[in-house]
């Protein structure tokens, strides 16, 4: 089994700065992608950032430039940090971990494997 436990996040003016870590115990996660979502009030979730296993990343357009998503397999973390961030930024950060953020239309992002129980950023302006 596979446990997330998220660390990083707090109250930020914007244009300032934070980093978000997500350590995960358990099984070896070098072959999974991991990422970053978010989800806030009366949203519905939404992929932030995620990374390959081969360290491919992708983002949401909302928050490229200012996010970079990276990983270190020797100590089983993955990061968000958080440049600039907006007011609209405030949500609740899940780390998941999974064989692919493929979204499948009929089955959201079926092929995450674990959730971490998330850590709230607020984005004051």
């Known amino acids: 089994q596979v446990q997330l436990v998220e660390s990083g996040g707090g109250l930020v003016q914007a244009g300032g700065s934070l980093r978000l870590s997500c350590a995960a115990s358990?099984?070896?996660?070098?072959?999974?992608?991991m990422g970053w979502f978010r989800q806030a009030p009366g949203k519905q979730r939404e992929l932030v950032a995620g990374i390959s296993s081969g360290g491919s990343t992708n983002y949401a357009d909302s928050v490229k430039v200012r996010f970079t998503i990276s990983r270190d397999n020797t100590k089983k973390t993955v990061y968000l940090q958080m440049n600039s961030p907006k007011p609209e930024d405030t949500a609740v950060y899940y780390c998941a971990v999974g064989r692919s953020f493929t979204y499948y239309s009929d089955y959201g992002y079926a092929d995450i494997d674990y959730w971490g129980k998330g850590t709230l950023v607020t984005v004051s302006s």
């Open positions: 358990g099984r070896t996660l070098s072959s999974y992608a």
